[in-house]
Structures are given as structure tokens and as C-alpha cells.
């Protein structure tokens, strides 16, 4: 008896381990495809060529709407940040925003076409 109910409790253990595994999982997934809609927007905004995050706000400024990855950036030290962000999230596949030099006006990026 005392066995088959330690059993029942290292089941219940294992099976809220796994939940809260699959959890997590759930969660990067999610915020991975939301990366990639932002580096895709991204990509388009700045016809995949290498720009600043000054540069990129410039053109996000002349919009009559941005798009939803950007939404909430009021300034070019807010969109760098959400660059650095960006740049981060690993490419499983689809472009990936690279760090590739840097210039008077601050870092230089690229999207790339994975």
C-alpha cells in the first residue's frame, strides 16, 4: 500500500513537471513566431538592406501606421533596444536580424534571408 501511494505522488510530481514544461515551451514558441513577424515587418520596412535604429525610426515617423511589431517604440533609443531583442531570438527558420558593424550614426543591422 505504502508503495502504490508514493507511486500516485511521484506520478502527480512527473505529470505537473511535464506541464509545466510543455508550459514553458508553449510560451518560447510563442514568442519566437512573434519575433519573426517583427524581424519580417522589419525586413520590408527596410527593403533588406543594412540601416540604424535612427535611420529606421525616421522611416517609421513617415508612416501613417506602423506596423504591430513596432507599435509601441516612441523613440530611436526604445528601437534599439528593441533590435538588440530581436537580434537574439534564434533563427529555427526565417530571417534573423544580424548585428553588422557600426557607423557614426550607431549600429549598423541587416535582415537575413534564412
Avoid at 509545466?20 to 517583427?38: F, S
Avoid at 528601437?79 to 529555427?92: D, F, N, P, T, V
Wanted: net charge positive; charged share 25%.
Amino acid at each position: 500500500m505504502a508503495s502504490s501511494r508514493a507511486l500516485a505522488v511521484d506520478s502527480r510530481d512527473a505529470v505537473a513537471d511535464l506541464c509545466r514544461r510543455v508550459e514553458l515551451l508553449e510560451r518560447r514558441i510563442g514568442g519566437h513566431q512573434q519575433a519573426l513577424v517583427g524581424i519580417n515587418e522589419l525586413g520590408t520596412l527596410t527593403a533588406w538592406g543594412m540601416f540604424t535604429a535612427r535611420s529606421l525610426w525616421r522611416r517609421l515617423r513617415l508612416l501613417a501606421e506602423r506596423p504591430a511589431g513596432f507599435a509601441l517604440v516612441d523613440n530611436p533609443r526604445q528601437l534599439g533596444k528593441l533590435l538588440r531583442r530581436l537580434s537574439q531570438q534564434g533563427a529555427i527558420d526565417g530571417p534573423q536580424l544580424l548585428r553588422v558593424g557600426q557607423s557614426r550614426d550607431g549600429l549598423l543591422w541587416r535582415v537575413s534571408r534564412v
